[in-house]
């Protein structure tokens, strides 16, 4: 148990960026934003949804935000691609912003993004209660194996048996040999909480 605590101790989350430092990305970034107009309008526009998203996560490790930018940029790539291989100037933006395919590719994108968090704990939760059931049908099965091969002090965790108790056992073993653990015998597992 004290090793787990230490464990839990010793695994640090990354302190969250502090504002300053937010704003000076910013400021770093403003000259490129300025000098590729073009780019910048198309990118913040087609990335609108992984804004709204990165607002209404409130969890510390922004996992929303980061499946639906991931997504969302993907989709947004080919539009700053076909803008550039264009010649990147305010025409080509606006030519791009006005074709829906571009909408639907980026905001497609996006809305996979959305739904792949939204079905993604269901599904990992499926998938380790499957896992998890195969494990006591597992367990349960060879405890049975080891009932049948020890006795039932096996089951019931009663400690060593004293030399009386392994007489009467094996008194036992040659009344019921033809007898067979069943399932109601077995013992079952705590319940998690």
């Known amino acids: 148990m004290a090793k787990k605590v230490k464990a ?12 300053w430092v937010k704003v000076l990305v910013l400021i770093m970034l403003f000259p490129f934003a300025a000098l590729l107009l ?29 499946t639906v930018g991931l997504l969302n940029f993907s989709g947004t ?6 803008l550039w291989s264009r010649g990147q100037s305010h025409n080509a933006a606006m ?3 006005g074709d829906v395919f571009v909408w639907v590719v ?4 996006a809305m996979a993004g959305w739904v792949l968090f939204a ?3 269901s599904l990992v939760g499926s998938y380790f209660k499957m896992t998890t059931d195969n494990r006591i049908k597992n367990l ?6 080891l009932i049948d091969e020890w006795g039932h002090a096996v089951a ?18 040659d009344e019921d040999d033809s007898a067979e653990v069943t399932e109601a015998e077995l013992v079952e597992p705590a319940q998690a909480s």
């Open 119 to 121: 079905i993604m704990p």
């Open 95 to 97: 030519a791009q912003l």
């Open 38 to 66: 073009p780019t910048t309008l198309v990118f913040a526009t087609m990335m609108a949804p992984t804004w709204v998203a990165y607002i209404t996560d409130r969890s510390r490790e922004k996992h929303l935000a980061i």
């Open 8 to 19: 839990k101790k010793a695994v640090r989350k990354p302190a969250p960026l502090k504002p």
């Open 77 to 82: 790539l080919p539009a700053i691609i076909d």
């Open 106 to 109: 980026a905001y497609g994108a």
């Open 156 to 173: 019931t965790g009663s400690g060593m048996a004293s030399p009386d108790q392994i007489d009467e056992d094996e008194e036992m073993e």
């Open 140 to 145: 349960a099965e060879r405890q049975k194996t």
